[in-house]
């Protein structure tokens, strides 16, 4: 998917729902809306400058940068990782040399047809890390690791250290995180590619809000212990210290480092980064050193730092449901962000994740640390046990509870494939961007739990004539729903050709009726013009949304819209299959600008099957004025609990 930054202004938003599903429950409070758990909801994306697949084989064979292209895998096994050894952290003579050639073999394994977020050296960092022992580990046994000592690739969820891509388990597991999120051991001013960027905390105790803002890298520092050998610059510049003191003692220096979403390569000297920061009513921009350590007058550049997160409630979900929430107005969990403005200009590649953390009233939370944790010979007892028998008194025999210690403040994660930010055209300028996009995957209802069947998102939506929809879609040729079938039933109920996913957008005749309109009697179209393709007539526009892009536009203006690079046009060419099996899986659409009001009811032709599942929308295109007040009555219900 690709989807249009926000711009600078305060009125360039482009807003984009982020929706998901979360067995546990969460939302609520102790006073409105008891519920059985605490929780917690982080929301953050990380980014980096893009470029086509095909340029990596221009790179040098050893180059970071190369490993670190943020992609989707083709297939889902695991990057390879060898770990460090002791000698590594040692004071022999050949520990650099050793940890180089390690260092080497590591980024030589990492395989392009693998999926990859963080990089390697990230992971590396965690390896090296001590955990931070101040924690709360119940009855857990966290096992050393190959230097000998507990790192942070070990918590009380994941004792044993178990690798998920170049994930750090640690910095997973809590948040605000102690440490910098960075992906490399200094600055990358090639790819620019970013910390994780905190979005949003959607928490069941905004109480807690001022504490999480202070704690978020975007625009806090964050200290890391850098190593050096006297004077002379080591391979590896990070160790085991987690503090100030070890860091002395472990021949290093604590350093500051800062976050940030861009460096404005363009903007050098200080009064072009004061110029770019007044034109940015989003974004932190600073003339600055990234590193505290870095006191040199060109040391310092134009750094562009994410705006604060947004820290509110979470959204109220019923435990053990995973279903829709009565603050989402009985959608899903969702959450209506703003996607990020990057004042260079660049096309960015980026990621999400989104986090959820369940404790319970079992023991404090946020006052309960390792003084707690279970040792039995200085006659400690954690607050929590594995699998305790508890003796109810009635019978005087004891009964067992099924309590897992690691999964007491468990820390649950999803992530998304790789999406595209594009920088706006002019014709964007000053408008409000509203993503309307295609949700859910081929399948009956059990087939795609816990996901959901083939919907628009948003399926009933008003926007004000001064607002720009960027109607979009992604499918695949290649969904694969068989035994295994995980969480739901395998099998792929659906129409067309089996294994495909595919959608459409046509006007239809009304919000309850399950026909399409013919273009002539459609209302829509004479009254949209396409701010991605100028040259697009209303027709052309509804040709490529209903054919799913199989047909550029219409024959009529055969020369406009269409390119003479084999672009098929309506009426030429071989037909479009009805169930669109020929047609393209994904299609980028239309940025749709509206001359007047309108209401538009639209379906998808293929998988809109009334009675199994509907894929059916309406959009009320209304004045300003009326637009402002249905926002209004949308932040009223939502706050009411």
Known sequence: MSYYQSGGAASEESQLIVEWTNQHGCGGSEDSSPHKLNCDIVIQYMCQNDFQQAELTTRANNEDSKRGFLRDGTDTNTQQYQNPNNNEDSDNNNADDQYANRISNNLNQIQMSRGLHERMISYDMCKFREANDGLFTADQRLNNGGLGYVDASRTR???????????????????????????????????????????????????????????????????????????????????????????????????????????????????????????????????????????????????????????????????????????????????????????????????????????????????????????????????????????????????????NTNQYGRTFQDRTHAYRMLPRTTAMAGKLIHNLNVRGKRG????????????????????????????????????????????GQTGDAGEGKGGTDRSNFLESQGEIENYPAPYENTTVWSKVKSLTTPTATGKDIAVGLFSSGYYCGAAEVNGGVCSENGDQILGEGDDLNNLLNNAPASYFGHVLEFTEAVTVPYMCSRNNNFSNRSQKGILWVVSPADAAAARRRKREIKTRK
């Open 444 to 487: 009956n209802i059990v087939q795609t739990y816990p996901a959901v069947e083939y919907d628009f998102i948003p399926n009933r939506a008003t926007i004000s004539t001064e607002d720009l929809v960027h109607i979009q879609w992604t499918g695949s040729n290649s969904h694969n729903n068989q035994p295994n079938g995980g969480d």
């Open 157 to 403: 969820q994941n004792p044993n250290g178990q690798r998920r891509g170049y994930e750090c388990p640690e910095e997973r597991d809590y948040f605000p995180y102690w440490q910098p999120t960075l992906m490399t051991q200094s600055y990358d001013d090639e790819d620019q590619t970013t910390p994780w960027i905190d979005l949003a905390f959607l928490t069941s105790n905004t109480s807690r809000c001022d504490v999480i803002k202070a704690g978020s890298f975007n625009q806090n520092g964050k200290e890391r212990c850098v190593l050096t050998k006297g004077t002379t610059a080591r391979p590896r510049t990070y160790g085991r210290s987690i503090t100030e003191a070890d860091c002395t003692a472990e021949d290093g220096t604590w350093v500051t480092f800062h976050s940030y979403l861009e460096i404005l390569d363009a903007a050098n000297t200080e009064a072009k980064c004061t110029t770019a920061a007044a034109a940015d009513s989003r974004n932190k921009i600073s003339w600055m050193a990234l590193r505290s350590d870095e006191t040199a007058a060109s040391d310092k550049m134009c750094v562009v730092q994410a705006p604060v997160l947004d820290c509110t409630d979470a959204p109220w979900t019923r435990v053990n449901h995973n279903g829709n929430s009565p603050d989402a107005a009985g959608n899903a969990s969702r959450y209506d962000s703003t996607l990020p403005h990057f004042a260079s200009g660049t096309d960015k590649r980026c990621v999400m994740r989104l986090r959820y953390n369940i404790t319970t009233d079992d023991y404090d939370p946020f006052n309960t640390d390792s003084n707690s944790n279970q040792n039995i010979q200085e006659g400690i007892v954690s607050p929590i046990e594995q699998n305790p028998l508890v003796d109810v008194g009635a019978s005087g025999r004891p009964l067992r509870l099924a309590l």
